[in-house]
């Protein structure tokens, strides 16, 4: 059962963290987010299938199959994302939702807020793009 939230409710540090509260108001903001993806990718699929691909000049033409490529991507890295946004709403569902996958710490709301789907602390994040680069740059 979904838990009623105010209209203007906002998670707060004040309150119990990953509270009935808490969940429901991520809950929502992932599937919204979700909502949002897969109507986006519908009329992208709706417009790349309407568009002609009949063009008198050649330039024309290269420049919508640039503008395709470019959307198709986009949206391959949006269908990744509902990847990443279906496994947030299975850890609100276990419970794990909110804690780094590295320390077992809270991820601060703030954080949770810019990017609902992360996983690891600001800290554990840092220091996992801290080692990323080290082993880049050799």
Not at 34 to 62: C, G, H, P, V
């Amino acid at each position: 059962m979904a838990t009623r939230l105010p209209k203007n409710y906002s998670p707060s540090d004040k309150e119990p963290f990953m509270n009935a509260k808490q969940k429901e108001f991520f809950r929502r903001k992932l599937n919204d987010w979700r909502d949002e993806i897969i109507s986006e990718t519908k009329e992208t699929l709706n417009n790349l299938q309407y568009e002609s691909s009949n063009f008198a000049d050649l330039a024309d033409r290269a420049s919508s199959e640039t503008d395709r490529s470019l959307e198709l991507r986009s949206r391959d890295r949006q269908r990744k994302l509902i990847a990443k946004i279906d496994e947030a709403l299975s850890r609100i569902d276990d419970g794990s939702y909110g804690y780094c996958e590295e320390t077992g710490e809270e991820i601060s709301l703030k954080r949770l807020i810019a990017r609902p789907i992360a996983t690891l602390s600001i800290d554990a994040q840092e220091s996992h793009e801290r080692k990323e680069k080290i082993y880049r740059d050799d």
